[in-house]
């Protein structure tokens, strides 16, 4: 069995009346002048945001608490993007979360069709770059290409179908967190450790697919960043992903039994994918 498809989201294969609650977790650092442009495009039915700030010497956090009052406002504890999403996945109190970045690059009017492909009965919505209906402004051929094979690597290392390996725009159910075993502790450390960089989408990627999650792919188009400068390294951060890629096939991370998940799940809506991928998986065996 395939275990990741690419769809086009557009309605929920349930008629459950409970509408999951959305929390959208972004990490900033010094982007005071693009949340206004991503808070403008955010669904107005999402149940909270979540900043994740690295300490930004810039207006970041005042800007977010005037665009939207009620904004969680949380301060990572060491550095990189890896740890800022560790933090924010410990403050949410939603059923869904929606990994999205602060630059501009990620629309938020795509979260609908990421929300809609969970509760079809995906444990991860995985948005591609480079399917039928995504694409990118902002990626190089030099990215692009490493990204490929990157991308192959991950399928014949893992046992998946990705498409586009390095790419940051996921969301997924609440109750999915522990197979992730990320660590927002600081330990008495300040400095990064390994995980915290870009690395993280490799990370949750791979130990998706060890934990056998339920992946589908989210056709996302990807925008050029607003304003400032991206802290990406093509070479330094491919060779991290590199390297995750490698830790990740040998260590045990992510193996944890999904059905321990799902079974300490108390959500209704969390409840209700869980009964609704066992029905997939059951329709997979049946017409295998």
């Known amino acids: ?26 990490p900033t650092y010094n982007e005071a002048k693009n949340l206004p442009h991503v808070f403008s495009l955010m669904p107005d039915d999402v149940h909270e945001i979540i900043v994740v700030d690295g300490r930004s010497v810039d207006d970041t956090i005042e800007v977010a608490k005037s665009l939207r009052p009620d904004v969680k406002i949380v ?20 059923d869904i979360i929606v990994m999205l970045d602060a630059d501009g690059s990620a629309d938020p009017r795509e979260i609908p069709l990421y929300v809609a492909a969970l509760t079809a009965g995906a444990d991860f919505a995985k948005g591609t ?13 030099v990215r692009a290409w490493g990204n490929r094979w990157l991308n192959r690597s991950a399928n014949v290392l893992f046992g998946t179908s990705y498409t586009d390996l390095c790419y940051g725009y996921n969301a997924f159910w609440a109750h999915c967190l522990p197979v992730l ?10 400095e990064r450790t390994w995980g915290d960089g870009f690395e993280i989408e490799t990370l949750i990627n791979t130990r998706v697919a060890k934990g056998k999650l339920r992946i589908v792919e989210v056709p996302s188009f990807e925008y ?25 096939r040998l260590n045990s991370k992510g193996k944890l039994d999904r059905d321990r998940s799902l079974q300490a799940t108390t959500t209704p809506a969390a409840r209700l994918v869980a009964t609704t991928v066992a029905d997939l998986e059951t329709a997979d065996a049946q017409s295998a």
Do not use: Y
């Open 224 to 248: 050029e960043r607003l304003h400032g400068t991206s802290n990406l390294n093509t070479w330094r951060d491919g060779m991290r992903v590199l390297r995750a890629l490698v830790i990740e």
């Open 1 to 26: 069995m395939r275990r990741n498809t690419v769809v086009e989201t557009k309605a929920s294969r349930t008629n459950d009346t409970h509408t999951p609650k959305v929390s959208v977790v972004v």
């Open 181 to 190: 075993e990320l660590n927002a502790s600081d330990n008495g450390q300040t």
């Open 129 to 141: 770059r480079f399917a039928n209906g995504g694409g990118s402004s902002d990626i190089t051929r």
């Open 75 to 94: 301060l990572q504890n060491r550095l990189g993007k890896g740890n800022a999403m560790a933090c924010g996945f410990e403050a949410v109190t939603g």
